[in-house]
T-cell receptor, first 115, second 111 residues
Framework: NAGVTQTPKFRVLKTGQSMTLLCAQD?????MYWYRQDPGMGLRLIHY???????AKGEVPDGYNVSRLKKQNFLLGLESAAPSQTSVYFC??????????????FGQGTRLTVV | LAKTTQPISMDSYEGQEVNITCSHN???????ITWYQQFPSQGPRFIIQ???TKVTNEVASLFIPADRKSSTLSLPRVSLSDTAVYYC????????????FGAGTTVTVRA
């Protein structure tokens, strides 16, 4: 059971380049999330998904796009990278059981540098 | 999610008990309170969740007063490895799917 796996772990981009970060979970969770974390800061929600084929904007969605074509995968795209997008990106998935207990599981993070 | 307020940082020494209080004055009737822990260079991990009174597991205890407008995470006898950022979240799906983290509380444990 791998949990939440992010690909790649590290990446350096030039300004204006595009890339896609992949998040895969094998826990059959309905909800998935993308966050960014800047040095010394908390996590900020970029986009999230409540199920296959659905996505929604979080707190800082500008400059990013997402897709959830398959339940187990949540992709984060940067169409034209900017230095301000240099950050550590975390993906998470979560569930809610019948007793309304919920728990999120996080990936190991992707360290992205835009030069 | 209901807005939460927690201290930015706390210092402690090995073997002491650390209590972090989170204020959530606008907590809704169906909201749960959840705490996460984040070590440097890692994603957050779930610590504990509760609705009212007291919840205890192998890692921590969570105290929730009757009015539920605040909660206290208690870490017993901390060690250096408990140095981390601790986040308090309030809310629950299906009414609120967003999982929004604030700045958290940085707990530093010294020898």
């Amino acid at each position: 059971n791998a949990g939440v796996t992010q690909t790649p772990k590290f990446r350096v981009l030039k300004t204006g380049q595009s890339m896609t970060l992949l998040c895969a979970q094998d826990m059959n969770h309905e909800y998935m999330y993308w966050y960014r974390q800047d040095p010394g800061m908390g996590l900020r929600l970029i986009h999230y998904s409540v199920g296959e084929g659905t996505t929604a904007k979080g707190e800082v969605p500008d400059g990013y796009n997402v897709s959830r074509l398959k339940k187990q995968n949540f992709l984060l795209g940067l169409e034209s990278a900017a230095p301000s997008q240099t950050s550590v990106y975390f993906c998470a998935s979560s569930y809610m059981d019948r007793e309304s207990n919920t728990e999120a599981f996080f990936g190991q993070g992707t360290r992205l540098t835009v030069v | 999610l209901a807005k939460t307020t927690q201290p930015i940082s706390m210092d402690s020494y090995e073997g002491q008990e650390v209590n972090i209080t989170c204020s959530h004055n606008n907590i809704a009737t169906n909201d749960y309170i959840t705490w996460y822990q984040q070590f440097p260079s890692q994603g957050p991990r779930f610590i504990i969740q509760g609705y009212k009174t007291k919840v205890t597991n192998e890692v921590a205890s969570l105290f929730i007063p009757a009015d539920r407008k605040s909660s206290t995470l208690s870490l017993p006898r901390v060690s250096l490895s408990d140095t981390a950022v601790y986040y308090c979240l309030v809310g629950v799906a299906p009414n609120d799917y967003k999982l929004s983290f604030g700045a958290g509380t940085t707990v530093t444990v010294r020898a």
